[in-house]
């Protein structure tokens, strides 16, 4: 199932989550930019390794020693920031920032400018400490910001449980259909969970690529439990005679 929209009005205009999405995707651009060779070194320099951060706190796993050395604490941590804003491909980054504009919006609205800002970073953060956690051994870089949208999900969730999401549903055949936020984002967290559970059964001790289904997890919950801690902002209407 795709989002298309969602029914929430917004008084005014979102520009931390323009200056995210345009942020991300001149990111992304750089990146295509680069021959195989540099694009692999660029994402293996921004992009986040769990192994470095476990071996800087002294939790390295069993493939700590393909990490190479010196290890700084900068070149560990400093990608905890700069994998938000880096993709692998043209669908990830597409997908994610559709999310991030459907949703991002009116948690913006919600929170104000400055603290929807902080609580996306706060969020992103969040997800990436719960992949590393549950992946410490992992020497591939992760990317993507799906872990802090994942994040403006949950805030989404808590905020506006009740506006409804316009789907598209391919069945056999493409339909679309209008469904409560909480049974859309409910949804999707729940698929989350145990896609993530079930990639840790299925590739236990495999250091292997794929989805950081932990991040989205951490990720929204991290959302949930976050988005009452910000205070409201007031919003002003413009009333007419």
């Known amino acids: 199932m795709i989002p298309l929209k969602d029914d929430t009005p917004r008084y005014s205009t979102p520009l931390v989550n323009y200056f ?4 991300n995707v001149a990111v992304f651009l750089l990146e295509s930019s680069l021959d195989r ?6 994402i293996n ?10 071996a800087m706190l002294d939790l390295a796993g069993p493939h700590a020693h393909m990490l190479g050395h010196p290890l700084s604490p900068v070149f560990a941590f400093l990608p905890i920031i700069t994998s938000m804003f880096l993709h692998g491909s043209w669908l990830h980054i597409l997908f994610n920032m559709w999310f991030l504009w459907i949703f991002g919006r009116n948690v913006e609205e919600s929170l104000g400018h400055f603290p929807y800002l902080i609580f996306y970073f706060t969020c992103g953060v969040a997800a990436a400490l719960a992949q590393i956690m549950a992946d410490l051994g992992s020497v591939l870089p992760m990317v993507g910001a799906s872990g802090a949208i994942a994040g403006v999900m949950g805030g989404y969730f808590v905020l506006y449980p ?3 999401v316009l789907m598209l549903v391919p069945f056999f055949f493409v339909f679309f259909l209008w469904l409560p936020a909480w049974v859309v984002l409910g949804y999707w967290f729940v698929l989350q969970f145990l896609s993530g559970v079930g990639t840790a059964l299925v590739m236990s001790g495999r250091n292997t690529g794929g989805v950081a289904f932990w991040a989205h997890v951490g990720g929204f919950i991290t959302g949930v439990l976050l988005v009452r801690l910000f205070p409201s902002r007031v919003r002003r209407y413009r009333y007419s005679n």
């Open 20 to 23: 995210l999405i345009i942020a």
């Open 37 to 42: 060779r540099s694009e692999a070194a660029f």
């Open 45 to 54: 320099v921004f992009g986040l390794i769990p192994a470095r951060v476990a």
């Open 162 to 164: 009740r506006a409804r």
